[in-house]
């Protein structure tokens, strides 16, 4: 079983500051890519940031040099720092990875819960 847990969402004013956590757990043998996406309300649920296990990276052009992904391999944890923040920000965010489980072949992707993110004064 693997569980990814997300944490550090909440309301924030316009250009205000949010740091996202996400660490994955359970019988993990290797994760590969790991990412943010975000699903704002109405909408469709749309990729934000990605970021693999050698460190490259991509995001949304509606967040570039205002978001940094980045990730602690040792941790199996992905990171979300979020500047400048916009109402247009507001969404749910999960985050996902592609990982393989111990004893299946196979990477598969798998997601966390979700947790909101809130830009409003």
């Known amino acids: 079983q693997v569980q990814l847990v997300e944490s550090g969402g909440g309301l924030v004013q316009p250009g205000g500051s949010l740091r996202l956590s996400c660490a994955a757990s359970g019988s993990i043998f290797s994760i590969n890519s790991m990412g943010w996406y975000r699903q704002p309300p109405g909408k469709e649920r749309e990729l934000v940031a990605a970021i693999t296990n050698t460190g490259s990276t991509n995001y949304v052009d509606s967040v570039k040099g205002r978001f940094t992904i980045s990730r602690d391999n040792a941790k199996n944890t992905v990171y979300l720092q979020m500047n400048s923040l916009k109402p247009e920000d507001t969404a749910v965010y999960y985050c996902?990875?592609?990982?393989?489980?111990?004893?299946?072949?196979?990477?598969?992707?798998?997601w966390g819960q979700g947790t909101q993110v809130t830009v409003s004064s």
């Open positions: 996902n990875a592609n990982l393989r489980t111990r004893g299946i072949t196979g990477f598969y992707i798998y």
